[in-house]
């Protein structure tokens, strides 16, 4: 089952992101990190076990970045990087977020939703912020990928007087 984390689901996440973290293949994340975000959290699980994680981290009005993508190795082939995916995606389309990337070495994965491979040049100075503590930057290996998402959902504009009774 997929659904929203739990803080009471941050060890799990942490294992499992630092688990793939060692190999070079997401970013680590320190367990601070991962309870001040943790609403940007989706997880599988299954039979009270978090099998796998994703985080849809929003970064500017228009653009969110899918992130942290990690399932448990005994549980690989099986769906669940999909299922994760399609949650952040569904997410962003209902928060009406018009574009979604990623930064990756499973660029495959990503062109099966639809994402296509961009130059990172193309993205906002705002999405390197984090690069700067990461043990790869300057030199950077990671593929961007990007989807744009059809707009579903019509916000309303709110008027002045609107805003101020809030």
């Not at 942490?14 to 793939?20: A, P, R, S, V």
């Not at 190795?73 to 962003?92: H, M």
């Not at 209902?94 to 499973?106: D, H, N, P």
Request: negative net charge; aromatic residues 10%.
């Amino acid at each position: 089952m997929v659904r929203k984390a739990k803080v009471s689901d941050a060890q799990s996440i942490y294992l499992l992101i630092n688990e793939y973290a060692k190999e070079g293949i997401v970013l680590p994340k320190s367990l601070n990190a991962i309870y001040e975000n943790i609403r940007d959290f989706w997880v599988y699980e299954e039979e009270g076990k978090v099998l796998g994680c994703v985080a849809l981290h929003v970064v500017w009005e228009d653009l969110a970045e899918v992130r942290s993508l990690a399932v448990n190795k005994a549980y690989r082939g099986f769906g669940i990087g999909r299922k994760l995916v399609e949650a952040c995606l569904r997410e962003a389309e209902e928060m009406g977020i018009q574009r979604v990337f990623s930064l990756t070495y499973a660029k495959d994965f990503f062109e099966r939703f639809g994402f296509a491979e961009i130059d990172k040049g193309e993205l906002p100075h705002k999405v390197w912020g984090e690069c700067i503590n990461c043990v790869k930057f300057p030199q950077c290996d990671e593929i961007a990928v990007m989807l744009e998402l059809p707009i579903t959902l019509q916000r309303p504009k709110l008027e002045k007087k609107e805003v101020e009774k809030l």
